[in-house]
């Protein structure tokens, strides 16, 4: 794909049509242009004028402000060209979060009258990683393709919904539990650390602790679990039962700061973390996987760089299958089948 700076900048000044739509979609798709991508973004901002001084501003007050206003429902009719360009590079993981963050929070006022029924959303979409500050104090970081939704500003209770996986560093409140759910579980802490994934298309949730106790329960209320740190619990969404294994936290919690790591883990668990991390299919076929078992860190990788290293340390072969334009003029996601080699 030619990337095409015009095309990028007609959608920012708001005069896109369909194609430029369109364009920006499988843009965004194509991890080679992820580069382009960024550096483009990059000079965007530079353009924005700061005329403030940013001594002494609280950082996480202004993420907030952020959020709720990009996501409060209703707030632009037609978005202007900064809105859009932040629109665009909030969904970017790395070295452009924080400077957006610094530029809008400067440049963008929210709404003092909030509403507390204003529902917020907070969107990490496909091949992005999103750092967040809930109005609690409360930090995290979202992974590619996951979502929290909270209503109000957490006067009265601190409760989100989420979709995917995140990361939460939960601000004590004694008073006040911090809820966290998804259709079917329910985890509750009063101050902690720990991963939650729970992505609709995989038949496991999975929630790590890395500091603190958090309770871990049926959305019913008819089975929970007490974690405690490096416990992982891994709920089984068609039997309803829970597992729980010792692990080491930070292998499950790596990827917020861009890190890949497998420790020995079984190919089943490596499939599932690489069809989360690189937002595709991955299939094993043919031949014994039981056996098989990983450790690799990696930082900046692509997939096929990570699936050339599988290939050298395991017995295994991969083959990338091609995709064509489904008739709603989408792309399918890649998909990646795994295969023992044969002795």
Wanted: aromatic letters at 10%; zero cysteines.
């Amino acid at each position: 794909m030619e990337f095409d700076k015009e095309k990028i900048n007609r959608y920012y000044d708001g005069s896109e049509s369909f194609e430029e739509e369109r364009y920006l979609a499988e843009l965004f798709d194509d991890d080679r242009q992820t580069n382009k991508l960024k550096s483009h973004l990059a000079g965007q901002f530079a353009e924005i004028p700061v005329d403030e001084d940013i001594e002494g501003k609280d950082f996480d007050q202004l993420l907030y402000k952020v959020h709720y206003t990009i996501n409060a429902r209703a707030k632009f009719s037609k978005p202007s060209r900064f809105i859009r360009t932040a629109r665009l590079a909030l969904s970017l993981a790395g070295g452009l979060l924080i400077p957006l963050v610094i530029f809008m929070g400067l440049k963008m006022q929210a709404d003092k009258a909030r509403d507390l029924e204003t529902l917020v959303e907070i969107n990490a979409p496909a091949w992005t990683r999103a750092r967040f500050v809930l109005p609690d104090g409360t930090t995290g970081w979202l992974n590619s393709n996951s979502s929290i939704a909270y209503t109000g500003n957490f006067q009265n209770e601190r409760e989100i919904a989420l979709t995917g996986e995140a990361y939460f560093d939960v601000a004590k409140d004694p008073q006040r539990p911090f809820i966290v759910t998804t259709p079917e579980i329910r985890a509750r802490v009063l101050g902690t650390r720990f991963n939650l994934a729970s992505y609709g298309n995989e038949k496991t949730i999975e929630i790590v602790l890395e500091e603190g106790k958090l309770e871990f329960s049926t959305i019913d209320g008819q089975k929970a679990y007490i974690l405690k740190p490096n416990d992982l619990v891994t709920y089984n969404r068609s039997n309803r039962e829970f597992e729980t294994t010792l692990v080491q936290a930070q292998k499950y919690t790596a990827w917020t700061s861009g890190k890949l790591v497998f420790r020995n883990d079984p190919i089943d668990v490596v499939a599932r973390r690489l069809a989360r991390w690189y937002n595709v299919d991955v299939e094993l076929k043919a031949g014994r996987f039981e056996d098989l078992r990983w450790r690799a860190t990696f930082v900046d990788d692509n997939l096929e760089e990570v699936l050339s290293a599988l290939k050298r340390s395991l017995h295994v072969d991969y083959r990338i299958e091609k995709s064509s334009m489904n008739p709603d003029n989408t792309y399918p996601r890649k998909k990646i089948i795994l295969t023992v080699k044969p002795n």
